[in-house]
Structures are given as structure tokens and as C-alpha cells.
């Protein structure tokens, strides 16, 4: 229970001033500039973006400033401002298999169509700190080479071709499920699990992947492919009743290959887990798909054992918005429930020390 | 390894085809680009606004495994403006982020295509393509650069 407390207003602005001032910092060092972050802090916009559930990287990048790089602050400002937004409408679902690829590898296949393609990655760095960023020293300009326009098919539909792995069926009759519009309900379909976790907390997901591998609800994975490049988004908007393309948007993709599923109807095959989202997010793309396989453990016939399983648990505590606010509303007064727990504390304190004091006299 | 197009489906029509282009141009210009465009064609008809520029969401949308049943994967903040020249012609203009004036101009330059100024439309967006052709193809060659050339070791003894 929380009650009315006046009297902080000035407190309060004061405290807005000094975050403002403490934000900023010494004024000896330039301020830093949206454009700067966008463009060189680009994965933690990427994580914004994807958290945030909102595909706008200047927003993210001075959602950034504003938060002092507290990234939870920052998806919490990216949600709060598209609730100021009317909705257009729903875009065409993306073609990822027509990505402009700037990444893509496989750990299941060494050659394959469109090859296995590194772009900007951590991987294989040493993880030293590299002293020169801080001198200033501009980098070398990267190596080119030439280049023809090569398909790229995703390595499910190679496997798909030969029914080794489960077929995905593009069904568009059936409704979309939208989790900002209806509150989630259980069960869930896959497509409002997907949605979820799409906009989940890395961090809460990747510790639930990892659970998954540690044998916490095994689902023996194999990383298919991974991907990330642009691809373009489209609207069919009413009043031109074509597709119009929006603009591109950067899309991570994660094919998880997983053990099999057969039943009496079908031969053993590959089962899927899927992870999509916004900007650069390997980790993120991976441990969503690691969580959407688990989760399908109903499709599968399998028995729900771990935590990883359960969609209750993982899709209502995967929104890190969501968990913030709950955790820290013990911040707001609490002053009468205290007090009350505090006379509840004293009463029986009283009455253990009668007690005791009883038992003495007893003994004596 | 990137098409003009940047993936989206091209229509059938190549009429609709070629409108989508023009948009695709205009949604990777700057707006300093489009405005130095929509100057080049010297007098055009005055335009009004048809519905008010306006900042809003359209819902992404994946599909599972890539090519199964769709899902709502986030939004996106888009701007949309719609134009009526003097003349009578219509244009539209839906684009990601949250530029008015660039969404504005693009649904001038819409609508000035659908007629007469067509080909110099596209004379004027031609710089715009160049540029985004010339990052794009650039950026094709950094990437492809990346790419693991594997190679196999014999051994054995024969």
C-alpha cells in the first residue's frame, strides 16, 4: 500500500537538475553527440533498438544520453515514446534469405552457397585491450575485393529440400498475435512467444540458453546459421494497395538445428529454433533460438523439466521494462505497510518474551 | 551482393515497379539530397497537403524459421506524408524514422513522377542512386573480403 507524501517537490526538481548536471560532466570534455553514438557505441543502439521493441536508431542513441548509458533506462524511454505514436499498420514479413549479407556462418556446413562470410566481428580478437583506440589512431581502411551479386539460401531450406529437417509452413490466413495490444495469455502460440522474446532481456535469455546446454532441458543444438545484413522493410499502405518499401532495417538471424522428432506419421527429422532481431545481436539471436526450441516442448510431446520449458516463467519474466518496474517500486514509500509490519514485529516480540518469561518462572 | 532494391519484392507491374525504385531512392536519400533534387526541376506545380505529415508505427514483421508462419518482431517509427498538386496528381510517401520534410518531398517527387516531369525525376535522383550504389557496392567488396576461402590439407603417405 502506498500513501500520499507531499512536500518532496523541490527535492525532486533539485535532484533533475543534478542528474542534467552529472550527465553532462566536466564541461572540459566535448559533449558527446547522438550522431557519435549511433554511429560508434552502434551495438549498445542495436540493443536499445531490439529491447525497446522499436526500430529507430537515432532514438535509441539519444535514449542513450538521456539514460547516462544505463541501457535498461533507455529501453524504458524507446517504450515510453512509441506508446506516443499512432500505428500505421503491420508490414510485410521480411525475405531474410534476400539479405544484403555482412555476416553470415554456418557450424554445420563448411561449403555452402554463398559461403561462410565473417564481416565485423569479435570473434577470433584477442580480447586485449587495444590501447590505441584511446591515442586517436585512425584504423587502416579495410580490404576490398571484388564482388558478384551471389544468391544466399538459408542452410534450413538446403536441409528442407531433402525433409531432413521439419518444414516451416507460410501460413497467412492465421492471425498474428500481438502482445502490445492483447495482455499474454497461457498457453501461448509461438508466434506471441517469438514476440516476446524478441524483445526480451539478453541477458535473462542467454543465462536460459545456457541452462538448456548445461542440461537443463536439453535440445541438443547445432548452430545451422547465423546471419546479419539489411534487408527491406515494406507497407502495403491502403490507398496505394502496393508494397512500399520503408527503408532498410539491419536483421541478426539465428538458425538452431536441434535433435530429432519423428512420430508415427513422420520419419525422424531436425527440429528448429529461431531467434530474429534487431541490428547486430549474435548473442542475442542465438540465445533466442536456444529459448524458442525449448519452448516448444508441447508441439514436440515433450515433458516440461526445466525452467527454460516453462512459458509461464520465461515469457513473464523475460522483459526486463516489465521486471524493472516491479523490483524497483520498493523503492516508493512504504511507510504504513512498515509500520504496520513494525507493530506486527513488537506484538510478537511481547509475547515471546512473556512466553520465556513464563517458562523461567516454571522452572523455578 | 546487394541489388538496387535491396531485396524487396519487385512487383509484377512494371509500372509499380519502377514507382517502388523511385521511392527505394528516395527513403536512402538525405534530405539535403532531395531537396537539391526537387530545386534541379525548376517550376513545378504547387503542391498542398493532402493529410497532414505525420510520425507514426508500422509493426515488423518475421516469419518463423524465415520462411514459416509470421510474428510481430517490433516497430518501427515511420513517416508518412501525402501530396495533391495543383494539377490534380496524388503522391505518398511512407519512409523509416521521423523526417518530415525529407517524407514531404519524397511525396512531391511521387506525384511529379506519375506525369510529365517522370524522366526528369529520374534525371534528378540519378546522383542520389550513384551515391547509394556506389556505398552499397562498396561495402559489398569490405564484406566480401571476410570471406573464409577454405582450403583442404592432404596428408597420408602415398
Known sequence: MYVAVKGGEEAIDNAHGLLAHERRGPVSVPDLSPDQIETQLALAVDRVMAEGSLYDPALAALAIKQSRGDLIEAIFLVRAFRTTLPRFGNGEPVDTGAMAIERRISATFKDLPG???????????????????????????????????????????????????????????????DLTRAPLDFPADRDLRLQALARGDEGFLLALGYSTQRGYGRTHPFVGEIRFGEVMAEFVPEELGFAVPLGPVSLTECQMVNQFHGSAELPPQFTRGYGLVFGQSERKAMAMSLVDRALRTREFGEDVTAPAQDEEFVLSHCDNVQATGFVEHLKLPHYVDFQAELGLVRKMRSEYAARQQELKEAAE | MRQETNGAKPATDPEIAARQAVMATCTGATTAELDHALQGLGDIPPASDLRGTENGLVMLRGRMGGDGRAFNLGEATVTRAAVRLEDGRTGFAYQLGRDSAKARISAI???????????????????????????TAAKARRVAATRVNFFTMVRGED
Open chain 2, 109 to 135: 517527387l511521387d506525384a511529379l513522377w506519375q506525369g510529365q516531369e517522370r524522366a526528369a525525376v529520374e534525371r534528378v535522383l540519378t546522383p542520389i542512386r550513384d551515391r547509394i550504389t556506389g556505398e
Open chain 1, 115 to 177: 559461403g561462410q562470410v565473417l564481416g565485423p566481428t569479435f570473434d577470433y580478437t584477442h580480447r586485449l585491450i587495444d590501447f590505441m583506440l584511446a591515442a586517436g589512431v585512425a584504423p587502416p581502411a579495410p580490404a576490398e575485393v571484388e564482388t558478384d551479386f551471389e544468391a544466399t539460401p538459408r542452410v534450413t531450406d538446403l536441409l528442407d529440400g531433402q525433409g531432413l529437417i521439419e518444414a516451416e509452413l507460410p501460413d497467412d490466413t492465421a492471425e498474428v498475435g
